[in-house]
């Protein structure tokens, strides 16, 4: 088994910091994206979406997308559970999950793609108004997201899970996106604090 | 337990086709979407993100989030598995569900939103440029589905599965999308005959 990664890019650290966190340890195969060696045929014989990270498993199995990773793992380790327990616990992790990247990770993602400089040639067209008019979304869902935070330690209830690790991810990638938090959510600047003191967000 | 529904729009429909998949009634509240109804008190108060479809539970309990809710569903009633069996049956559906979704209901509905002129008053700014740009998004993402689809009956390998539903419903969203399915993707147009003639697909 071996997982192909990307370095500092969101989506490549989900997976990483979702291992760190289940104590699993898989072999990296580092690709570098900033010398966009993701559009080259390792990847993109792995992935047509030409996208990381990628699980190559010994039969030579693929697998793509971070979530669906993510869950291979937790399938075959469950403990301790980063999707949640039961059918309920399941299905709450999997709505606060989907809210922090559908109403952040993605509104966060589109606002660095279609504005930052450097992403002229990842992102065409690159449209500007596109990528503003997402900034003021990102920040509306951090306004209700410390609301809910006022009540409990972690986003999708007592116990830290695979939503915490997209929400941390995505608040990080709001500095390149150069989005900020505002002030007034204390709740999520102590939980965003917290989840990032863990040992697994270094991974 | 009821499910506030939105009619025709795609999520509320993604999760009437799986209930009907799985055999489960669950009483509807209908809400009238194109009355933006669901701005209302009553979804507001249940889901801040004022979307649907919503589930509320006897004792309470909100569910929103269409895969979310699916993914309840499955949990108290596994047979039939729609979210895949074993630990690489369910991360492969999940693959293929997100591949679904982020490539091709996303794209489509972004180009829906952004162009159309019922939707100016629902997605502000509107910006028909990014709208246009999301069109070839889903029009490459098809071209890959087609060559996936030679080899295997559904979109997830050789089980219906929730990638199906999603991808079902995100080719006939295409239709108010204004995008067509290249007449060259005779496997996707295949499939897409087949899981539009499953009952389910009238729910």
Chains 1, 2 share one sequence.
Not at 44 to 70: F, K, M, Y
Not at 131 to 150: Q, S, T, V
């Amino acid at each position: 088994m071996k997982l192909f990664d990307g370095g500092r890019a969101p989506n490549p650290r989900r997976v990483r910091v979702f291992l760190a966190e289940k104590g699993i340890e898989v072999p990296l195969v580092p690709v570098d994206m900033g010398a966009l060696e993701h559009k080259g045929e390792t990847v993109s014989s792995r992935n047509p979406l030409r996208r990381l990270p990628v699980l190559e498993l010994d039969d030579g199995t693929i697998l793509t997308e971070s979530v669906a990773i993510c869950r291979y793992f937790e399938e075959l380790h469950p403990e301790p559970a980063l999707f949640g327990k039961g059918a309920l616990g399941k299905a709450l992790v999997e709505m606060w999950q989907r809210r922090m990247e559908l109403n952040l990770m993605l509104p966060v993602a589109f606002a660095f793609r279609h504005i930052h400089p450097a992403m002229k040639e990842w992102e065409v067209p690159q449209i500007p108004e596109w990528g503003e008019a997402n900034k003021p979304k990102a920040i509306g869902f951090l306004r209700l997201l410390d609301r809910e935070l006022a009540g409990r330690p972690f986003v999708a209830g007592d116990a830290y899970s695979i939503a915490d690790i997209t929400g941390m991810i995505a608040v990080d990638f709001m500095k390149p996106a150069r989005i900020q938090v505002p002030p007034e959510c204390t709740n999520v600047l102590r939980w965003h604090g917290e989840v990032s003191s863990r040992p697994s967000a270094a991974a």
